[in-house]
């Protein structure tokens, strides 16, 4: 059965430092989302790309994130500078071909900030 | 701005009985709820999902029933078994929208042989 993958599966970093997390969505999607998930909080949609744009970003997603798709396969994360804030669980998810289908996440990326 | 919201943070219930878990929404624009199941260190896990045109919908051993007057969805899993236990999300969206899911807290489930 298809699914999403995620790598790394962990990831520590310095604070200030760059971390780019990757995912690979089900190979027939074409919509795209990041989620995280802090400790002990809920999971928070972060932002939505379709048609090589962002859809949608929330309040989270500022000026030191980003997403691209680099390539027919790839979908990535980039915090430019970590905080220790950013220290989560990063969910990639991808749905078929509209925004109510259902999303499927990869099993994600534990980052931590130090 | 908890406009998904799940107020049992857990439930425990025994092996073969049923387990009822509660979400409740404030967005009346939401129009599609599903719900993930999530173990551990993995990502969520579809289960089910119902749209605002139903209010109910099943799949196997899990029912889930959607009350809009009352902005309420709820999910049964009958029978219950030890391998249901997982921390459950009720999650909600909109047509028209990105797509982007709104989480509730999510509910631990323990089902105890």
């Known amino acids: 059965e298809p699914e999403v993958t995620q790598t790394p599966s962990h990831q520590v970093t310095q604070m200030g430092q760059e971390v780019i997390l990757r995912c690979v969505p089900i190979?027939?999607?074409?919509?795209f989302y990041w989620y995280r998930q802090i400790l002990g909080q809920k999971v928070e949609f972060l932002v939505s790309?379709?048609?090589?744009?962002?859809?949608?970003k929330s309040e989270i997603f500022d000026d030191q994130f980003s997403v691209e798709r680099p390539d027919g396969s790839n979908f990535t994360l980039k915090i430019r500078s970590t905080k220790l804030e950013d220290s989560a669980m990063y969910f990639c998810?991808?749905?078929?071909?509209?925004?109510?289908?259902?999303?499927?996440f990869g099993p994600g990326t534990r980052l931590t900030v130090l | 701005d908890q406009q998904v919201k799940q107020n049992s943070p857990s439930l425990s219930v025994q092996e073969g009985r049923i387990s009822i878990l509660n979400c409740d929404y404030t967005?009346?624009?939401?129009?599609?709820f599903l719900w993930y199941k999530k173990y551990p260190a993995e990502g969520p896990t579809f289960l089910i999902s119902?749209?605002?045109?139903?209010d109910k919908n099943e799949d196997g051993r899990f029912t889930v029933f959607l009350n809009k007057s009352a902005k309420h969805l709820s999910l049964h899993i009958v029978p219950s078994q030890p391998g249901d236990s997982a921390v459950y999300f009720c999650a909600a969206t909109y047509d028209g929208g990105t797509g982007k899911l709104i989480f509730g807290q999510g509910t631990t489930l323990q089902v105890k042989p």
């Open positions: 790309f379709y048609n090589n744009e962002i859809s949608e």
């Open positions: 998810a991808s749905s078929e071909d509209s925004n109510t289908d259902t999303q499927y």
């Open positions: 967005n009346s624009m939401f129009d599609y």
């Open positions: 190979s027939n999607h074409l919509y």
């Open positions: 119902i749209s605002s045109i139903k």
